[in-house]
Each structure stands twice: as C-alpha cells, then as structure tokens.
C-alpha cells in the first residue's frame, strides 16, 4: 500500500523558513520521481516542486523558484522541502506524491502570518 505521511508544518511570520518532510512507502522509492503539491481551500491542488529518480533533477513552480528547495534521502525513503522567506501567499496544505502513484497523505499545514 502506498502511503505519504508529511509533516513539519505550523505558524511562521514572513520571510520565515520551514522544513517539511515526507515519509514514504509502498513503491519502489529508488526509481521514482518525486513530488510536493499544495492547495488552499476553495481551490484546486498546486504543483510547487518536483525531484527525478536521481536527485539531480529539479523542477519548481515560478511561484517558489529561489526560495523552495526539494531534496531526497534515498536511504530514508524520504523527501524534504524546504521553504525560505515565506510569504502569506505560501499558506497552505503541503502535501507530497510519487510519480506514477496516485495516492495523497493527510497533508501538513502551513500558515504564513504576522
């Protein structure tokens, strides 16, 4: 069964850092490319960053591009984002997935406020 547990959300003033992190299971971690959503409520999920099978490779929404940083621990089966100078508009569900597994986790939620 595949399963995505995310967490290290919470409340941070703007221009704020946090680290989120993905624990996963159920596929073959080490060939699958990996990915953070997010969404707000009223509207539809929002791809923000994606890493290859490799790490190499990273792709980023322009709305986080600079400031998002994604990674992978291959050994851990985990994947990390972590979010430097956050702004009210990065408030939202974080959510991570694989590629190829339509699956989604409980979310952690983020809130950029002052």
């Known amino acids: 069964q595949v399963q995505f547990v995310e967490s290290g959300g919470g409340l941070v003033q703007p221009g704020g850092s946090l680290r989120l992190s993905c624990t996963t299971s159920g596929f073959v971690f080490g060939t699958t490319a990996l990915k953070w959503y997010r969404q707000v409520p009223g509207k539809e999920r929002e791809f923000v960053a994606r890493?290859?099978?490799?790490?190499?490779?990273?792709n980023y929404a322009d709305s986080v591009k600079g400031r998002f940083i994604m990674s992978r621990d291959t050994n851990k089966k985990m994947t990390f984002l972590q979010m430097n100078d956050l702004n009210p508009e990065d408030t939202a569900v974080y959510y991570c997935?694989?590629?190829?597994?339509?699956?989604w986790g409980q979310g952690t939620q983020v809130t950029v406020d002052s």
């Open positions: 890493i290859d099978e490799t790490g190499r490779r990273k």
């Open positions: 997935t694989a590629d190829g597994y339509p699956a």
